[in-house]
């Protein structure tokens, strides 16, 4: 499955964003996907991810309560809806897919054989 992501930009702080990453050549509902992000100089860390089935989610302790992931298996995208936005959020934010992961390995960028080319997210204080 190829991933393209989009919808950075730059924001000021306490504003919204909303990326999304749509998928072709695969069948999107069988997928798993996440949202991680790489700021200048620090490890790609994980933001949130979803199950295939759509029921479980995901969401790293530091973005629980402003950042919402969600999909649209019609539409082969998933979205990942940032709101509240801290200047600690600036990083390029990868989308990823995996088959057959388990609620506890979503985190895990290691588990992840397929990613789109990340989106620049600015947030100015």
């Known amino acids: 499955v190829q991933l393209q992501a989009s919808g950075g930009g730059l924001v000021q702080a306490g504003g919204s964003l909303r990326l999304s990453c749509t998928a072709s050549?695969?069948?999107?509902?069988?997928?798993?996907l996440g949202w991680f992000r790489q700021a200048p100089g620090k490890e790609r860390e994980f933001v949130a991810a979803?199950?295939?089935?759509?029921?479980?989610?995901y969401m790293a302790d530091s973005v629980k309560g402003r950042f919402a992931i969600s999909r649209d298996n019609a539409k082969n995208t998933v979205y990942l809806e940032m709101n509240t936005l801290k200047p600690e959020d600036t990083a390029v934010y990868y989308c990823?897919?995996?088959?057959?992961?388990?609620?506890?390995?979503?985190?895990?960028?290691?588990?992840?054989?397929?990613w789109g080319q990340g989106t620049q997210v600015t947030v100015s204080s």
């Open positions: 050549g695969g069948t999107f509902s069988m997928y798993s």
């Open positions: 990823a897919a995996q088959r057959g992961l388990i609620l506890s390995s979503l985190p895990n960028s290691r588990q992840y054989s397929h």
């Open positions: 979803i199950r295939a089935s759509g029921g479980h989610r």
